[in-house]
């Protein structure tokens, strides 16, 4: 079992480039989530999906881009980096019903210059 | 969604235990505590959660007050690899399972 599987580690954009911040679960879990994090702040909640073709906003969604084709996979999409996106960006998943915690993955370590 | 309270900071000696304390008195009902640990920037683990009864695992144990507005995560014998930024959040899982993250304490454990 891998759980939860980010791709890339770190990255280095510049200002106007667009990339795709990639997830992977092998839990078969309905719910995912990208959040942020950056100094001195907690994580906040970009966006977030409850199953296969659907997908919401969370806190902080402007600037990025969603989809959920299938239950494994959740990229973010980042339309025209800005260096107020730097961040490191972590995925999530969880089963859509119960009470089991999160599984994250180990983040994306992304700077825009 | 119910707030939570947690000191920033926080020590404690290798052996010993550690007990985290978190506020969370404005918590509803159906909502639960979780507990979860952040090391030094790694993706955030999943501790243990709790609704009313206190509860134990091969990590940890969760003490929650009697009127449920506070908890305290406990450690029985804190280790080095302990040392990490810990997360108590409060769960609704009717508000589309977000979770409402704080600052959280950060415990250092001492040789």
């Known amino acids: 079992n891998a759980g939860v599987t980010q791709t890339p580690k770190f990255q280095v954009l510049k200002t106007g480039q667009s990339m795709t911040l990639q997830c992977a679960q092998d839990m078969n879990h309905e719910y995912m989530s990208w959040y942020r994090q950056d100094p001195g702040m907690g994580l906040r909640l970009i966006h977030y999906?409850?199953?296969?073709?659907?997908?919401d906003q969370g806190e902080v969604p402007n600037g990025y881009n969603v989809s959920r084709s299938t239950t494994e996979d959740f990229p973010l999409r980042l339309l025209s980096a800005a260096p107020s996106q730097t961040s490191v960006y972590f995925c999530a998943s969880s089963p859509v019903t119960g009470f089991g915690g999160y599984t994250f993955g180990s983040g994306t370590r992304l700077t825009v210059v | 969604d119910a707030k939570t309270t947690q000191p920033p900071s926080m020590d404690c000696a290798e052996g010993r235990a550690a007990n985290l304390p978190c506020n969370h008195s404005?918590?509803?009902?159906?909502?639960?505590v979780y507990w979860y640990r952040q090391i030094h920037s790694q993706g955030p683990q999943y501790i243990i959660h709790g609704l009313k009864n206190n509860e134990t695992n091969e990590m940890a144990s969760l003490i929650i007050t009697e009127d449920r507005k506070s908890s305290t995560l406990i450690l029985p014998h804190a280790t080095l690899r302990d040392t990490a930024v810990y997360y108590c959040?409060?769960?609704?899982?009717?508000?589309?399972?977000?979770?409402?993250w704080g600052l959280g304490t950060s415990l250092a454990v001492n040789p």
């Open positions: 959040i409060v769960f609704n899982a009717g508000n589309n399972r977000k979770l409402i």
């Open positions: 404005t918590i509803s009902g159906n909502e639960y």
């Open positions: 999906s409850v199953g296969a073709g659907i997908t």
